[in-house]
């Protein structure tokens, strides 16, 4: 009976060894102020409008295939958070009312979390990853899925850009209006994003 139980618990070890090997995993930061990209563009009455971002954070976890640094596996882990008034369209009327819709004195913060995700190899370094994951907004969240593509560089970086189209009623935003009435924006605005992520060297 020990002797089964000792070859059991073996047998554990030897498994989640094999798995450590096969997939090793690394932490991943933004990589400076240059490594975002993101916008949230939208109609209104009048014209198209765009806020882009200028900051925000965000962290990832990668899985590569054992003995490879280049050959992703798997995305364990990504999260990112965005203050809402680091979105700005350069138009002050229009950033005002957006922060304002967007309930920015009680939900500083547009905030998404992964909750699963494919990895789908493409050519080369390549790579489409089809995500699920939580999108706060407003102090809303939705589960979202999003498709996303990643290049990952000879230099240790991993590049994700992706577009999502959100409906901001659903995050109980009511779409704002500006110039007492006359201008009305569209509910429906897209989210594109392209983030940069580089390896911590102690992960």
């Keep these: 009976m020990k002797n089964n139980i000792k070859q059991i618990l073996v047998l554990i070890i ?25 916008k949230l563009s939208g ?22 295939k054992s003995g490879s640094e280049n050959e992703l596996t798997s995305l364990k882990s990504l999260t990112f958070v965005l203050a809402v008034v680091n979105l700005s369209s350069g138009e002050h009327g ?6 304002k819709a967007l309930k920015t004195d009680d939900f500083k913060d547009i ?6 995700a494919t990895v789908i190899p493409e050519k080369g370094n390549k790579y489409l990853l089809r995500t699920h994951g ?21 230099e240790g970086t991993i590049t994700c850009t992706g577009s999502e189209k959100l409906n901001m009623t659903d995050y109980q935003v009511k779409p704002p209006t500006f110039m007492l009435g006359a201008m009305k924006t569209g509910a429906d605005v897209t989210l594109d994003f392209t983030m940069v992520y580089k390896r911590l060297l102690n992960s």
């Design 14 to 38: 030897l498994t989640i060894g094999l798995n450590s090997l096969l997939h090793a995993q690394s932490a991943y930061v933004l990589n400076g102020s240059k490594a975002i990209d993101m």
């Design 43 to 64: 109609t209104s009455t009048l014209h198209d409008w765009t806020m882009n971002a200028n900051s925000f954070t965000g962290e990832a976890r990668f899985g590569f």
């Design 94 to 99: 229009l950033d005002k009312n957006a922060y």
């Design 111 to 116: 905030v998404y979390k992964l909750v699963s």
């Design 134 to 154: 939580n999108l706060t907004i407003a102090g809303v969240t939705k589960e979202i899925t999003m498709e996303v593509y990643c290049v990952v560089s000879s």
